[in-house]
């Protein structure tokens, strides 16, 4: 019996028992399919958090915030005035010549403008924020270092916010808007960013920005002089660890010894990453394999049935000539051709399942298809197809003629 | 020109603590062109000998003989050869593969041909044509009647052009009038020079034949 001949025959089986192929089709689909999803959310976790990660300055970025001094500097914490300018201006001055130093002062307020009004977080910042949180000017321009040192009232505007105070189609720049009864100056509109997953913008918070220069936020805006963050670029991501120690100690000098600050970098959370995604993987692996062996166990069953119910057909097979290996052979080409649809069909059923799933799950979290779960699926559902068609099959062509015919 | 030999053929059973004596020194042979009937009572060991005469089994004891070689010294793969070439079967119970048409089931044991012939379709056709059942050839064997399915089956044990054709009680399950039209073809294949072996209990059947062998208790009692 030639393989075409065989493979034919398989699919005429198939065809012939529909529910009991679909039901076999649909073990090696769902254990196609779970594999396929899984993975694709692992992989869509780890593909927005690296985007977003490298939209927030990525690796090479060491904050520094504000925090609770710690229970035993209670009653000394007033040593402190928490982060100022005067700390972002020694860092600069201490840290190494590659090193950007970006203090940023941030003010909730209202900007108003012919009777429109947005509620912002104001941020007061130097050029500095550009390189380190990535920001671009599209229009206009950002302020400059005099205005930085003349507290003068320029501001730069994200899209969100010159879209809400001025329309779709005005031109912002030139303009001035009112901020704290100040009349301010816009002088440059960000770039937009967008990051899509469906309607979702995952880089939203980019475009919803006001700045201002840092010294005029400080000084005619805000009432203290408490920074929000300082950042720091180092140009290696090798020198982070020895630069967050000499940002601790530079700190720790110029606050009295006061731990009100807290230095941090994104390793952290990428090694924290990395490790939650490992786990995932690993239990995606488990639930994906276990559903395989599930669905090899529902074929080799299904496979077991079919030759009950062809006992006799497997007889006269054989009294008419086929060898052991014939009937083999025959079975483990339906057992093939079953999963291999199956694998086709669940491959086709994880592309929809994940179209349909980044429609309902937050972008954050929206699975993508991945290639290699796409390749690794189908590939083990087949060979669980196949070897779980192989017992029943030798079962098969072990069958005694004699005893086959007779059976009814 | 001899085809299938028994030298003394003994077949046994275990059963319980004892042992069933299903065959018992049975010797004959059968030659090319022979149209033999083997008659017995159910029970007499018949269906065990035309297991035998099959390859289908293997005796306990004694010589059986394909074209002068030992069965024993024939391999289980040979024996599958020899069955999809050299013998062809028809069953009582037709058994026909119900999923496939009347054309694919008299096919079948080309398929199992170690060189099937490159006019296997046109052979196919052949072997129809001459059981009447060339007309049928797309049916499924439910859509036909019994007398139609066993030309259908007879067709199949023809279609490799086999040595040797066993019957086994082919009109068993036919009515009288089916019967007396499926053993004319017999007799008509006998005549084109294809060597039969008929299995029946009924001595009206074995009549038809030109040689009987009388098989009781395992035994062959007589031949005439």
């Given at each position: 019996m030639n393989i075409f001949s065989g493979i034919l025959n398989g699919l005429g089986e198939i065809w012939a028992h529909k529910l009991r192929s679909f039901l076999t089709m649909l073990c090696v689909m769902l254990g196609v399919v779970s594999m396929v999803v899984i993975t694709g959310f692992v992989e869509g976790m780890f593909t927005s958090w690296s985007r977003n990660?490298?939209?927030?300055?990525?690796?090479?970025?060491?904050?520094?915030?504000?925090?609770?001094?710690p229970a035993r500097q209670e009653a000394i914490a007033k040593l402190s005035k928490g982060l100022t300018l005067g700390d972002a201006l020694q860092l600069k001055r201490d840290l190494p010549p590659g090193f950007v130093v970006s203090p940023e002062y941030e003010v909730r307020t209202t900007l108003f403008r012919r009777g429109k009004r947005d509620w912002v977080r104001l941020q007061g910042v130097t050029s500095s924020i550009l390189a380190i949180n990535r920001y671009e000017v599209d229009r206009g321009r950002f302020f400059t270092d005099l205005e930085l040192r003349d507290s003068a009232?320029?501001?730069v505007l994200g899209t969100w916010v010159a879209e809400r105070l001025f329309g779709r189609t005005e031109n912002p720049v030139g303009q001035f808007i009112d901020i704290n009864g100040q009349?301010?100056?816009?002088?440059?509109?960000?770039?937009?960013?967008?990051?899509?997953?469906?309607?979702?913008?995952t880089l939203r918070w980019k475009n919803d920005v006001a700045f201002i220069p840092i010294t005029t936020g400080i000084n005619k805006v805000g009432r203290n002089e408490k920074l929000a963050w300082i950042n720091v670029q180092v140009d290696d991501v090798d020198r982070l660890n020895e630069t967050v120690d000499t940002i601790t100690n530079i700190l720790a000098t110029r606050h009295n010894g006061i731990f009100d600050f807290k230095v941090s970098t994104s390793e952290g959370e990428l090694a924290s990453f990395?490790?939650?995604?490992?786990?995932?993987?690993?239990?995606?692996?488990?639930i994906g394999a276990v559903t395989l062996i599930v669905s090899a166990i529902g074929i080799a069953n299904l496979m077991l049935a079919s030759i009950n119910e062809r006992v006799r057909e497997i007889g006269i097979r054989k009294a008419i000539g086929a060898t052991g290996r014939n009937i083999f052979g025959q079975f483990v080409v339906e057992a093939v051709a079953l999963s291999l649809c199956g694998g086709l069909l669940g491959m086709a059923v994880s592309i929809g399942a994940i179209e349909g799933l980044r429609a309902i799950?937050?972008?954050?979290?929206?699975?993508?298809?991945?290639?290699?779960?796409?390749?690794?699926?189908?590939?083990f559902s087949v060979v669980a197809g196949v070897l779980a068609g192989i017992y029943p099959a030798l079962q098969a062509s072990k069958l005694d003629p004699i005893t086959a015919l007779r059976y009814e | 020109m001899e085809i299938l030999r028994f030298d003394n053929v003994c077949k046994r059973y275990p059963m319980g603590d004892g042992v069933v004596n299903a065959l018992v020194d049975a010797s004959?042979?059968?030659?090319?062109?022979?149209?033999?009937?083997?008659?017995?009572?159910?029970?007499?060991?018949?269906?065990t000998l035309m297991h035998l005469l099959g390859f289908l089994d293997s005796p306990t004891e004694g010589g059986v003989y394909f074209e002068n070689r030992r069965l024993e010294d024939i391999s289980g793969t040979q024996r599958a050869r020899i069955r999809a070439e050299k013998i062809?079967?028809?069953?009582?119970a037709f058994n026909l593969l119900p999923r496939m048409s009347v054309f694919g089931n008299a096919k079948l044991p080309l398929a199992y041909h170690s060189n099937p012939p490159p006019d296997a379709?046109?052979?196919?056709r052949k072997a129809l044509a001459l059981v009447g059942m060339d007309h049928r050839a797309n049916h499924k064997p439910g859509e036909l009647s019994g007398g139609q399915r066993q030309r259908v089956a007879i067709a199949r044990a023809l279609v490799n052009e086999p040595r040797i054709i066993l019957a086994d009680e082919p009109t068993g399950n036919l009515d009288s009038k089916t019967a007396a039209t499926i053993l004319e073809l017999f007799e008509e294949l006998n005549r084109q020079g294809r060597t039969i072996v008929l299995v029946t209990h009924d001595p009206k059947v074995a009549e038809r034949t030109k040689r009987q062998i009388h098989v009781l208790d395992g035994r062959i009692a007589r031949e005439t």
């Open positions: 990660l490298s939209e927030r300055g990525g690796l090479e970025k060491v904050s520094t915030g504000n925090t609770e001094p009232n320029v501001v009349p301010f100056k816009v002088v440059g509109v960000l770039k937009h960013y967008e990051l899509m997953f469906r309607e979702w913008n990395a490790e939650s995604r490992k786990n995932s993987v690993f239990f995606a692996g488990i799950v937050p972008a954050e979290n929206a699975p993508v298809l991945s290639t290699s779960a796409f390749v690794v699926g189908f590939v | 004959f042979t059968i030659n090319e062109g022979d149209f033999v009937a083997i008659l017995g009572p159910s029970g007499s060991g018949k269906s062809g079967f028809v069953f009582q379709d046109e052979r196919v």
